[in-house]
Protein backbone atom coordinates (compact mmCIF):
# COMPACT_ATOMS: atom_id res chain seq x y z
CA UNK A 1 0.00 0.00 0.00
CA UNK A 2 0.93 3.86 -0.05
CA UNK A 3 3.54 4.78 2.44
CA UNK A 4 5.46 7.85 3.61
CA UNK A 5 8.82 7.70 5.18
CA UNK A 6 10.43 10.60 7.35
CA UNK A 7 13.70 9.14 8.16
CA UNK A 8 14.74 11.63 11.26
CA UNK A 9 12.54 11.99 14.35
CA UNK A 10 14.24 14.60 15.69
CA UNK A 11 16.57 17.53 13.69
CA UNK A 12 18.01 19.97 15.97
CA UNK A 13 20.21 22.93 14.76
CA UNK A 14 21.66 25.82 15.53
CA UNK A 15 19.82 29.47 13.85
CA UNK A 16 20.72 30.51 10.52
CA UNK A 17 22.30 26.80 9.48
CA UNK A 18 20.15 25.62 6.02
CA UNK A 19 16.86 23.19 6.95
CA UNK A 20 16.38 19.83 4.98
CA UNK A 21 14.25 17.09 6.28
CA UNK A 22 13.82 14.32 4.69
CA UNK A 23 10.63 12.82 2.36
CA UNK A 24 10.09 9.91 0.83
CA UNK A 25 7.11 8.33 -0.24
CA UNK A 26 5.66 4.72 -1.89
CA UNK A 27 2.36 4.50 -4.21
CA UNK A 28 1.54 2.39 -6.57
CA UNK A 29 -0.49 5.89 -8.38
CA UNK A 30 1.85 7.43 -10.87
CA UNK A 31 -0.43 10.93 -10.06
CA UNK A 32 1.01 11.50 -6.16
CA UNK A 33 0.18 14.46 -4.21
CA UNK A 34 2.75 15.30 -2.17
CA UNK A 35 1.94 17.76 0.92
CA UNK A 36 3.96 19.22 4.05
CA UNK A 37 2.07 19.67 6.95
CA UNK A 38 3.71 21.55 9.93
CA UNK A 39 1.88 21.74 13.84
CA UNK A 40 3.25 24.37 16.06
CA UNK A 41 2.95 23.96 19.85
CA UNK A 42 -0.66 24.78 20.83
CA UNK A 43 -1.33 25.47 17.59
CA UNK A 44 -3.44 23.08 14.95
CA UNK A 45 -1.79 21.27 11.88
CA UNK A 46 -1.74 23.49 8.96
CA UNK A 47 -0.89 23.21 5.52
CA UNK A 48 2.53 24.55 4.72
CA UNK A 49 3.03 23.67 0.72
CA UNK A 50 1.76 21.48 -1.73
CA UNK A 51 3.09 19.49 -4.95
CA UNK A 52 2.31 17.38 -7.80
CA UNK A 53 4.50 18.70 -10.59
CA UNK A 54 7.36 16.68 -11.51
CA UNK A 55 11.03 18.36 -10.64
CA UNK A 56 8.69 21.62 -10.15
CA UNK A 57 10.30 23.81 -7.01
CA UNK A 58 7.34 24.91 -5.01
CA UNK A 59 7.90 27.86 -2.22
CA UNK A 60 5.64 29.03 0.90
CA UNK A 61 6.65 31.31 4.04
CA UNK A 62 10.60 31.04 2.97
CA UNK A 63 10.29 26.62 2.64
CA UNK A 64 10.83 25.25 -0.40
CA UNK A 65 10.57 21.39 -2.05
CA UNK A 66 10.90 19.87 -5.35
CA UNK A 67 8.71 16.63 -6.08
CA UNK A 68 11.06 14.15 -7.52
CA UNK A 69 9.15 10.92 -8.52
CA UNK A 70 12.38 9.57 -10.21
CA UNK A 71 12.95 8.85 -6.24
CA UNK A 72 10.24 9.22 -5.08
CA UNK A 73 11.56 12.24 -2.40
CA UNK A 74 9.96 15.77 -1.64
CA UNK A 75 12.73 16.95 1.36
CA UNK A 76 11.68 20.16 2.55
CA UNK A 77 14.23 22.84 2.52
CA UNK A 78 14.84 26.28 4.25
CA UNK A 79 17.98 28.35 3.41
CA UNK A 80 18.23 29.75 6.94
CA UNK A 81 16.59 28.70 10.19
CA UNK A 82 14.77 30.77 12.58
CA UNK A 83 13.76 29.95 15.70
CA UNK A 84 10.46 30.33 15.07
CA UNK A 85 10.44 27.49 12.56
CA UNK A 86 10.90 25.59 15.26
CA UNK A 87 7.90 22.59 14.97
CA UNK A 88 6.35 19.02 14.20
CA UNK A 89 6.64 18.73 10.40
CA UNK A 90 5.01 16.05 8.69
CA UNK A 91 5.00 15.00 5.10
CA UNK A 92 1.71 13.20 3.43
CA UNK A 93 0.62 11.83 0.71
CA UNK A 94 -2.52 11.84 -1.23
CA UNK A 95 -2.01 9.18 -4.46
CA UNK A 96 -5.54 8.43 -5.73
CA UNK A 97 -8.18 10.84 -7.39
CA UNK A 98 -12.47 10.14 -6.56
CA UNK A 99 -14.11 11.29 -3.03
CA UNK A 100 -12.02 9.61 -0.81
CA UNK A 101 -9.67 12.62 -0.01
CA UNK A 102 -7.68 10.82 2.34
CA UNK A 103 -4.16 11.76 3.60
CA UNK A 104 -1.26 9.13 4.07
CA UNK A 105 1.35 11.09 6.64
CA UNK A 106 4.47 10.40 7.86
CA UNK A 107 5.59 10.29 11.18
CA UNK A 108 6.59 13.49 12.00
CA UNK A 109 10.10 15.57 11.90
CA UNK A 110 11.00 17.52 14.78
CA UNK A 111 12.56 20.41 13.89
CA UNK A 112 14.59 22.28 17.35
CA UNK A 113 16.20 25.35 16.49
CA UNK A 114 18.50 26.79 18.95
CA UNK A 115 20.16 29.94 19.74
CA UNK B 1 -13.36 33.10 13.20
CA UNK B 2 -12.07 29.14 13.27
CA UNK B 3 -13.50 26.89 10.97
CA UNK B 4 -13.24 23.73 12.89
CA UNK B 5 -13.40 23.92 16.41
CA UNK B 6 -13.31 21.03 18.81
CA UNK B 7 -14.68 20.55 22.67
CA UNK B 8 -13.50 19.95 25.03
CA UNK B 9 -10.04 21.30 24.79
CA UNK B 10 -8.83 18.93 28.02
CA UNK B 11 -10.54 15.93 29.72
CA UNK B 12 -9.57 13.69 32.59
CA UNK B 13 -11.69 10.84 32.31
CA UNK B 14 -11.57 7.48 34.80
CA UNK B 15 -10.81 4.00 33.05
CA UNK B 16 -13.96 2.28 32.21
CA UNK B 17 -15.86 5.29 31.62
CA UNK B 18 -17.59 6.91 28.54
CA UNK B 19 -16.02 9.68 26.35
CA UNK B 20 -17.48 11.47 23.87
CA UNK B 21 -15.17 14.02 22.08
CA UNK B 22 -16.89 16.93 19.72
CA UNK B 23 -15.80 18.16 15.84
CA UNK B 24 -17.52 21.43 14.28
CA UNK B 25 -16.84 22.88 11.00
CA UNK B 26 -17.98 25.54 9.17
CA UNK B 27 -16.22 25.01 5.77
CA UNK B 28 -19.23 23.07 4.36
CA UNK B 29 -17.16 19.62 3.72
CA UNK B 30 -18.27 16.52 3.42
CA UNK B 31 -15.05 15.01 4.51
CA UNK B 32 -14.34 14.75 8.07
CA UNK B 33 -11.95 12.94 10.02
CA UNK B 34 -10.31 12.01 13.77
CA UNK B 35 -6.78 11.22 14.25
CA UNK B 36 -4.72 10.60 17.39
CA UNK B 37 -1.32 11.98 17.84
CA UNK B 38 1.26 10.11 20.11
CA UNK B 39 5.24 10.60 20.27
CA UNK B 40 6.76 8.33 17.94
CA UNK B 41 3.31 7.52 15.95
CA UNK B 42 2.78 10.55 14.08
CA UNK B 43 -0.91 11.35 13.25
CA UNK B 44 -3.00 8.07 13.18
CA UNK B 45 -6.48 7.90 11.57
CA UNK B 46 -9.15 6.29 13.81
CA UNK B 47 -12.35 6.74 11.94
CA UNK B 48 -13.47 9.20 8.67
CA UNK B 49 -16.58 10.46 7.04
CA UNK B 50 -17.84 11.07 3.92
CA UNK B 51 -20.95 13.07 4.94
CA UNK B 52 -23.90 13.34 7.44
CA UNK B 53 -24.98 9.64 8.67
CA UNK B 54 -21.67 8.08 7.73
CA UNK B 55 -18.72 6.40 9.70
CA UNK B 56 -15.33 4.53 7.81
CA UNK B 57 -12.89 2.81 9.69
CA UNK B 58 -9.60 4.16 9.94
CA UNK B 59 -6.22 2.87 10.14
CA UNK B 60 -6.91 1.94 14.48
CA UNK B 61 -10.48 1.85 14.82
CA UNK B 62 -10.31 -0.56 17.74
CA UNK B 63 -11.50 0.56 21.05
CA UNK B 64 -13.55 3.80 19.32
CA UNK B 65 -16.47 4.53 18.05
CA UNK B 66 -17.94 7.70 15.35
CA UNK B 67 -20.67 9.76 14.82
CA UNK B 68 -21.99 12.10 12.05
CA UNK B 69 -25.26 13.73 12.53
CA UNK B 70 -25.21 16.39 10.81
CA UNK B 71 -22.70 18.14 7.90
CA UNK B 72 -21.10 20.49 10.68
CA UNK B 73 -20.83 17.64 13.78
CA UNK B 74 -18.46 14.57 13.81
CA UNK B 75 -18.00 12.92 17.37
CA UNK B 76 -15.91 10.34 18.45
CA UNK B 77 -16.81 7.74 21.04
CA UNK B 78 -15.24 6.18 23.51
CA UNK B 79 -17.47 3.67 25.31
CA UNK B 80 -15.26 1.47 27.66
CA UNK B 81 -12.30 4.31 27.97
CA UNK B 82 -8.41 3.04 28.55
CA UNK B 83 -5.20 4.50 29.73
CA UNK B 84 -3.86 3.66 26.39
CA UNK B 85 -6.34 6.02 24.80
CA UNK B 86 -4.72 9.05 26.46
CA UNK B 87 -3.64 11.27 23.50
CA UNK B 88 -4.18 14.17 21.53
CA UNK B 89 -6.92 14.15 19.62
CA UNK B 90 -7.36 15.75 16.48
CA UNK B 91 -10.50 16.86 14.19
CA UNK B 92 -10.35 17.72 10.66
CA UNK B 93 -12.36 18.59 7.65
CA UNK B 94 -12.04 18.50 3.63
CA UNK B 95 -10.19 16.28 1.54
CA UNK B 96 -13.56 15.67 -0.55
CA UNK B 97 -11.08 14.85 -3.18
CA UNK B 98 -8.43 13.59 -3.78
CA UNK B 99 -4.94 14.71 -5.51
CA UNK B 100 -4.14 18.35 -5.03
CA UNK B 101 -7.63 19.14 -3.11
CA UNK B 102 -7.01 16.33 -0.64
CA UNK B 103 -6.27 19.18 2.01
CA UNK B 104 -7.24 18.93 5.20
CA UNK B 105 -8.04 21.71 8.08
CA UNK B 106 -7.44 20.92 11.46
CA UNK B 107 -9.10 21.74 14.63
CA UNK B 108 -7.15 23.00 17.67
CA UNK B 109 -7.09 19.40 19.14
CA UNK B 110 -8.34 17.20 22.88
CA UNK B 111 -6.08 16.82 25.35
CA UNK B 112 -7.31 13.58 26.54
CA UNK B 113 -6.09 11.98 29.81
CA UNK B 114 -7.88 8.31 31.17
CA UNK B 115 -6.47 7.73 34.82
Known amino acids: GDSVTQKEGLVTLTEGLPVMLNCTYQTIYSNAFLFWYVHYLNESPRLLLKSSTDNKRTEHQGFHATLHKSSSSFHLQKSSAQLSDSALYYCALSGITGNTGKLIFGLGTTLQVQP | EAAVTQSPRNKVAVTGGKVTLSCNQTNNHNNMYWYRQDTGHGLRLIHYSYGAGSTEKGDIPDGYKASRPSQENFSLILELATPSQTSVYFC??????????????FGPGTRLTVL
Open chain 2, 92 to 105: ASGGDWGGANAEQF
